[in-house]
C-alpha cells in the first residue's frame, strides 16, 4: 500500500510539473501545489474531533448556542483551541444544532428598482470576518467572483489546478483574459462560482462547478503584448443564482473612470515570483484608475523605453505601493461603483499583466467598456440575453 501511495504521489507531483510548465508557457502563471483547488474538505462536517461529549463538529452557522464569536462574527485565523480545526466549524451540542439554514441564505428576489447585476455584499452573506490582516474579502461580497480551472486526471483521482480568475456576466457566461485560456481546450476547463476559501467546503453555500462548451477569445488578441486581453467561456449549463452568485454590470462602450477608486479581487499571489503564495480566501484591492497618458509616462520611465506606447485596448489601475493584483490573478475582475453608488459595481478591466506586484506600477486590465460592443454581438450570436449585466 505504502509502496502504491509513494507511486501515486511521485506520479501525480510528475503530473503536476508538466501541467505547471504548461501553464506557465500559456499565461506566465506560476501554478504550483498550493494553487489547487480543495475538493475534500480538511475536516468533515459531523466528526467527533476531541470535542466534549454530546458535542460535535457542525458549521458555526447551524450552531444555536452563541454560533458565532459575537453578532456573526467569524474569526478566520487559525485557533489552536479549536478541535475542529477549520474556522468555518466548531462543537455543537446536539440540542443546539439547528437543521435549517438561517433565513440569509434564502435566494433574494431580484429587486426590479436596481440594477439585479453589480450588487457587492459589503458586509457578506451570513457573517462576518474578523482578523482579517490580509485583505480577504467578505463571505459573498463579490458575489460574480468565479475561478478558472483546469481538471487533470490522475489515477483515479481528479486535480483541479487553478489557472485563473473570471467574472459571471450571464448565468452562462464567464468573463476572463484570453492569455488565461488560448491553449486550453474546452473539456477540460471547469469554472467554479460561489467559491470563496478554497481550503474548506464548509461556506453556507456549496460553491457549483460547470464545465465549458466553448471559449470565444477576442479576434484581435496578440500574444506578445496582451492586446485585446478578453474572452468569453461558455459554459455548459448555466449556474444558479443565489445570494452568493450573481452577474456583473457591464459599463456602456467607450465609458472613461480616470481617479475612481476600485476594487480587484483574486485568489493570486501576495509577492511576485517563486516566493509567492496563492490566496485560500478569496481577497479584495482598492486602487484608482490611472489615466492612459499617466500609466504610459510611468510605464516608459520603468521600462526605460521613452517611445513605448500603451495599447488602446488596456486600462490602467494601481499605483500605490503594496496595493495591486499579482500573478494568478489574471482575467480576475476589476470593478468600479456605479455612479457613486457603494453597492452597485460594473466591471471595467480584467486583470492583463503588469510589472511585479505593489511596487507602486499600475497593473494593465483590458478595458472592458471598449469591448461592450464585440460581448453583445458574441452574446446575440449564440442567443444569449445581455439584461443579464446591462444597467437599464
Ligand atoms: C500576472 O502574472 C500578473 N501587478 C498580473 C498582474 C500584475 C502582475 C502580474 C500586476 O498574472
Keep these: 500500500m505504502g509502496r502504491v501511495f509513494a507511486l501515486s504521489l511521485a506520479l501525480l507531483r510528475l503530473l503536476l510539473l508538466v501541467t505547471t510548465a504548461t501553464a506557465e508557457d500559456d499565461a506566465d502563471l506560476d501554478v504550483s501545489i498550493d494553487s489547487l483547488l480543495t475538493t475534500v474538505p480538511p475536516a468533515a462536517v459531523g466528526s467527533q474531533g476531541s470535542c466534549q461529549q454530546g458535542q460535535r463538529c457542525v458549521q458555526k452557522y447551524l450552531c444555536t448556542n452563541d454560533s458565532t464569536s459575537g453578532a456573526g462574527l467569524i474569526d478566520i485565523r487559525f485557533s489552536e483551541s479549536n478541535p475542529c480545526v477549520d474556522y468555518l466549524l466548531q462543537c455543537c451540542y446536539e440540542e443546539d444544532i439547528i437543521a435549517e439554514l438561517p433565513s440569509a441564505s434564502t435566494v433574494e428576489p431580484p429587486n426590479v428598482d436596481h440594477p439585479v447585476c453589480g450588487k457587492r455584499n459589503t458586509i457578506g452573506i451570513g457573517f462576518r470576518i474578523t482578523g482579517a490582516n490580509n485583505s480577504e474579502s467578505e463571505y459573498g461580497e463579490f458575489p460574480w467572483m468565479v475561478a478558472v480551472f483546469r481538471q487533470v486526471h490522475v489515477l483515479d483521482q481528479v486535480v483541479n489546478v487553478y489557472l485563473c480568475g473570471g467574472s459571471l456576466i450571464h448565468p452562462g457566461v464567464v468573463l476572463t483574459a484570453v492569455h488565461c485560456v488560448q491553449h486550453q481546450a474546452p473539456d477540460q476547463l471547469r469554472i467554479r462560482a460561489g467559491e470563496w476559501d478554497t481550503q474548506t467546503e464548509n461556506e453556507i453555500h456549496p460553491y457549483q ?75 479584495k484591492i482598492d486602487l484608482p484608475i490611472v489615466p492612459h497618458s499617466e500609466c504610459q509616462a510611468t510605464l516608459r520611465l520603468i521600462r526605460s523605453q521613452p517611445r513605448f506606447t500603451l495599447h488602446d485596448s488596456f486600462v490602467c489601475a494601481g499605483g500605490e505601493v503594496g496595493k495591486d493584483a499579482c500573478q494568478g490573478d489574471g482575467g480576475s475582475p476589476l470593478v468600479c461603483p456605479i455612479q457613486g453608488s457603494n453597492e452597485f459595481y460594473h466591471q471595467v478591466g480584467i486583470v492583463s499583466w503588469g510589472v511585479g506586484c505593489g511596487g507602486g506600477i499600475p497593473g494593465l486590465y483590458a478595458d472592458v467598456s471598449l469591448f461592450r460592443h464585440w460581448i453583445d454581438q458574441e452574446m446575440q450570436n449564440r442567443v444569449l440575453d445581455t439584461s443579464s449585466y446591462s444597467v437599464s
Design 209 to 283: 462547478d460547470r464545465q465549458v462548451v466553448e471559449i470565444v477569445a477576442h479576434p484581435d488578441f496578440h500574444k506578445g503584448g496582451l492586446f485585446n486581453d478578453i474572452a468569453l467561456i461558455v459554459l455548459e449549463a448555466p449556474v444558479v443564482l443565489s445570494e452568493v452568485v450573481q452577474t456583473v454590470c457591464l459599463p456602456p462602450p467607450n465609458e472613461r473612470f480616470d481617479l475612481q477608486r476600485c476594487f480587484v479581487s483574486g485568489w493570486g499571489k501576495d509577492v511576485f515570483g517563486k516566493t509567492g503564495a496563492y490566496q485560500a480566501i478569496l481577497k
